[in-house]
Each structure stands twice: as C-alpha cells, then as structure tokens.
C-alpha cells in the first residue's frame, strides 16, 4: 500500500492524501498505487500541501493504514513529548500501534 502525505501549509499538520482532497486522520488516507507521482505533481503545483510524499504502509490491526516506518507512524499518531497532546489521546492502542 502506497500513502501520499505531506504538511498542512497554515498550520504544519500532518496531512493524508483520501482521494479527493487531504485530511488529518490517517483512517482517511487511501492507496494511491501507481498515481502517486501524478497527485503530488498536481497538489505541489495548486499549493494544497507543503512537501507531499510516498510512503509505505500496510494494513493494521483495526482495518486501518499503518505506516510501514516508525517515523511516519509517529507523525501519524501526532506529537509525542506528552500522550495527552496526541492526536488520541485515550487510545491506548493507537499509541501501542507506534512501536
């Protein structure tokens, strides 16, 4: 599975590409497969997103896009100094999906 992600440019968000259009949740991002290339050429020309890229993921426990990489799964979970500021914070098992 293939996943286009990139930064919200007013607010610095991790974005992730649905199909249409960018969203914050992960749970939204879809398998782009071959188009990849082709959405981040025409999302950097309208100036959606800040820096969109490929990644890897797979399929996770719940049915969801997980992020093959540690780095993307922690982008994904949101800002980890503390658990209470991530993008769930009472989802024990969102935070055990990282590591």
Known sequence: MILVTG????TGAVTWWTGHGWSTAIEDAVDVG????AIIAAEEAARRV????LIEAEHGP?????????????????PTVRPDLTLKPNDVDAIRNVV
């Open 62 to 78: 719940d049915g969801a896009p997980r992020p093959a990489h540690i780095k993307e799964r922690m982008r994904a979970l949101g």
């Open 7 to 10: 930064n919200d440019l007013k």
């Open 50 to 53: 800040n820096v969109p890229y």
């Open 34 to 37: 071959q188009a990849g290339d």
